[in-house]
């Protein structure tokens, strides 16, 4: 079992910057590939970033590449999304994920382990 916490959320102008975290406790973090996925009002939760149990490799969804940054540190569990020039479409509830293996994934039921998520909101 792996208990995952984000933190970070807020409100935000648009074109501003802000980074979520998602603490890991448990078994050990580094066994765990990561991702974010995030849910709008009204809509499916969709797939933002995953990175390998290693941190190697990243995989982004196309409408945050180049704009959204993942990272893990494995010494503190914890995995990070740094997001800059946020835009409205932004807004969601975003969810940390861990899954078992080391490969990247974007499909959520890959996933076995959920946060509760933490709200971004974007203002135009």
């Known amino acids: 079992q792996v208990q995952l916490v984000e933190s970070g959320g807020g409100l935000v102008q648009a074109g501003g910057s802000l980074r979520v975290s998602c603490a890991a406790s448990g078994r050990t973090f580094s066994s765990y590939a990561m991702g974010w996925f995030r849910q709008a009002p009204g809509k499916e939760r969709d797939f933002v970033a995953s990175?390998?149990?290693?941190?190697?490799?990243?995989f982004y969804a196309d409408s945050v590449k180049g704009r959204f940054t993942i990272s893990r540190d494995d010494a503190k569990g914890t995995v990070y999304l740094q997001m800059n020039s946020l835009k409205p479409e932004d807004t969601a509830v975003y969810y940390c994920?861990?899954?078992?293996?080391?490969?990247?994934?974007?499909?959520?039921?890959?996933?076995?382990?959920w946060g509760q998520g933490t709200q971004v909101t974007v203002s135009s």
């Open positions: 990175i390998s149990r290693s941190g190697g490799s990243t």
């Open positions: 994920a861990a899954r078992s293996g080391s490969y990247l994934s974007n499909r959520e039921l890959s996933y076995n382990y």
